[in-house]
């Protein structure tokens, strides 16, 4: 499977702090691909990294065959490279739609003077993005009772949700999942789930995410990376990463196995 | 045909007057506009243009500060640039008002533009200080550059004329002034239905997060500034055009805490906060003036007492809604209006 996007010895440091040490991974095309670790192992400081946020002192990320150094955020955004972030970053004061709508914001064209006459191929512009995020994402991600609502108001899982509708509203061809299910209820992450697999088979969107749920990171991922100490230790099928003995030590750090091994393989909950 | 009958209603969905009842009231107050100059006696005519003119370069303020969270104190030196540009052009060509008002506008823009250069790199308080050291230097331009401005003594313009109607009166100036009002704030409002307003909102609110959407921050930061500041400069063209003179001191520093206070007082980001604002700011110097001659026969000083009370009621008035009422006269208006259309079945 050709990769989507490649990691290569990607080092980022802040004053004396390590984030990343000469990290590489592959995330291959079309695939769940998950990033775990520890708290502080650098997963986040990876994404910021992808986005353009962070610049790496060291290492090179390339995305479909291209290096993306030096390329400014806006215009990785343009590319396809969508995310959502870990303490949700929406726009409080404004409504749910039109943070939807912002996500679309690469892929429209008016400028000043059409926003101002709302005439012609402006109008129909907002029209087309309008059409298409009630079409294929609010009535996808099943939050058309809320969209007039500011999203200042909604529950935490509710604002995931809108979160990743802005990034679908992107058009991505790389989806970031910063913690997508962190801080839901059981429902709440058993939907999450199946948006991503479906966002993955029927929209044909790559998936890398950071996420702490094991029973979600094992269900659904198809290709894992573990990060230790801004270090990847290990990279392969969810089986192969779950039986591996340092991933097991990074983990919990002593050698109660059993609580270990149960902590990585757990158990299916009955519906 | 379900997909036709879809689209259709996102139109009704998206347009600013979502029922009839609102289409009428909006008929009404445009009724409303036309019929007062008919109606109003000299003084209120007169305080009609004023409000107007401090819609318009409001409108623009709120733009900038109240929508994209930028604050300027550079407004009266913007309106100056409009105001000059117009003087300048009155003596100097004899172009109609609706081209002299543009040119004023978009000079106004363009110096708005070079101001907002560094609001990429600072923001807040900072950033009201860059503003205000370019409003000096535009003070200092418009007072030293004689050839051009006239100097301390400043300009004196022929009335604003087109296909050979002119327009002196303050009667003949309402009807420039009030209908660009209503124009400018229509494209204000369609503004904000658009990817260009969102944008703006998204800075506001969050600026990184904003990049990592695909949002050029400085090409938006410097789309706002111009935008506010073509607002300011057709204000200030008409402001020109209604006074007829022009002098470094139409435009005092004072008149950039007016804008700024008629924007907080009114309610940032809200465009019908901004209209409720100036009009508050313009009359209460004028309710002040009513109460001050009303005093004077009693209290031969209330003269003395109550002149600079004028400064002392924009201050309190501004931080007493930073405190008690952040979202200004408009989320008042909301409450009255929530109050009566519930009343009487409810209160
Ligand atoms: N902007 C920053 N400035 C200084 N240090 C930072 C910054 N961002 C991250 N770090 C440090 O880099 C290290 C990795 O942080 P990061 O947020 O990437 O971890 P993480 O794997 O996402 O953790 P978590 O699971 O808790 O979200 C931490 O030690 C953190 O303190
Ligand atoms: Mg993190």
């Known amino acids: 499977m050709s990769s989507i996007l490649e990691i290569s010895n990607l080092s980022l440091s802040f ?6 040490q000469g990290v590489s991974f592959r995330v291959p095309e079309n695939t769940v691909t998950t990033v775990i670790g520890p708290n502080g192992a650098g997963k986040t400081s990876l994404f910021n990294c992808i986005s353009g946020f962070y610049k790496p002192q060291q290492g090179t990320i390339s995305y479909q065959g291209k290096a993306l150094t030096g390329v400014k955020p806006p215009v990785r955004a343009a590319m396809g490279l969508a995310r959502t972030f870990q303490n949700i970053a929406l726009f409080r004061g404004m409504t749910v739609l039109d943070n939807i709508k912002l996500g679309a914001h690469v892929h429209m064209k008016s400028g000043l003077l059409g926003s101002l006459a709302y005439f012609g191929a402006a109008r129909r512009e907002e029209m087309a993005v309008r059409e298409e995020v009630e079409r294929h994402i609010i009535d996808f991600l099943e939050i058309d009772h809320i969209r007039r609502q500011p999203v200042a108001n909604l529950s935490y899982g509710l604002q995931k949700r809108v979160e990743l509708a802005r990034a679908l509203a992107m058009r991505p061809k790389v989806l970031l999942l910063d913690e997508p299910v962190a801080g839901m209820n059981r429902e709440e992450k058993e939907d999450m789930a199946r948006f991503i697999l479906d966002i993955r088979e029927e929209w044909g969107v790559t998936v890398l995410m950071v996420e702490h749920d094991m029973g979600m990171v094992m269900d659904i991922s198809d290709h894992i990376a573990v990060l230790n100490f801004g270090q990847v230790i290990a990279e392969g099928l969810p089986a ?28 299916r909950e009955v519906a | 045909m379900r997909i036709g009958d879809a689209k259709q209603s996102y139109e009704a969905d998206e347009a600013i007057w ?15 506009l036309a019929v007062f100059p008919f109606m109003a006696d000299a003084y209120l005519l007169y305080l009609g243009c004023m409000v107007g003119i401090a819609v318009i370069s409001t409108t623009g303020l709120n733009i900038l500060t109240g929508f994209t969270g930028l604050i300027s104190l550079g407004q009266a030196g913007f309106m100056g640039v409009g105001g000059y540009t117009v003087a300048w052009l009155s003596a100097n060509s004899a172009l109609p008002f609706p081209v002299t008002l543009l040119l004023a506008g978009l000079l106004a823009a363009a110096v708005g533009i070079l101001v907002g250069l560094p609001s990429l790199r600072v923001k807040g308080l900072y950033l009201a200080i860059a503003t205000l050291a370019a409003s000096v230097f535009l003070h200092f331009i418009f007072a030293e550059w004689e050839s051009v401005t006239g100097g301390m003594g400043g300009l004196s313009l022929e009335p604003a004329h087109l296909f050979g109607l002119s327009f002196q009166s303050d009667f003949e100036m309402y009807f420039i002034i009030v ?10 409002t369609n503004i904000f239905r658009t990817r260009t307003g969102r944008a703006f909102i998204a800075i506001r609110d969050r600026d990184i997060s904003a990049e990592i959407l695909g949002i050029n921050l400085l090409r938006y930061k410097l789309m706002s500034f111009a935008l506010s500041s073509f607002y300011a400069g057709v204000a200030g063209g008409l402001f020109a055009y209604f006074y007829r003179v022009v002098t470094p001191e139409s435009f005092p520093l004072s008149m950039s805490i007016f804008y700024l206070a008629a924007v907080i007082v009114g309610g940032m980001g809200n465009l019908l906060g901004g209209i409720l604002g100036a009009a508050f700011m313009t009359l209460i110097p004028e309710a002040l003036k009513l109460l001050t001659a009303a005093l004077t026969p009693f209290y031969p000083n209330a003269p003395i007492f109550m002149s600079p009370m004028l400064e002392i009621i924009f201050g309190v008035l501004i931080v007493g809604f930073l405190i008690f009422e952040p979202h200004g006269l408009a989320e008042i208006w909301h409450r009255i209006r ?3 259309s519930l009343w009487p079945f409810k209160n």
């Open chain 1, 240 to 267: 192969d990463v779950q039986n591996n003995q340092q991933v097991i030590e990074a983990y919990l750090g002593t050698s109660d196995m059993d609580s270990l091994r149960k902590k990585l393989n757990p158990e």
């Open chain 1, 15 to 20: 004053g004396g702090v390590k984030a990343l």
């Open chain 2, 179 to 188: 209908p660009l009002a209503v124009l400018m704030v229509f494209g204000a």
């Open chain 2, 338 to 340: 929530r109050f009566f």
């Open chain 2, 18 to 32: 979502k029922s009839s009842t609102q289409k009428v009231w909006f008929a009404v107050l445009l009724l409303v």
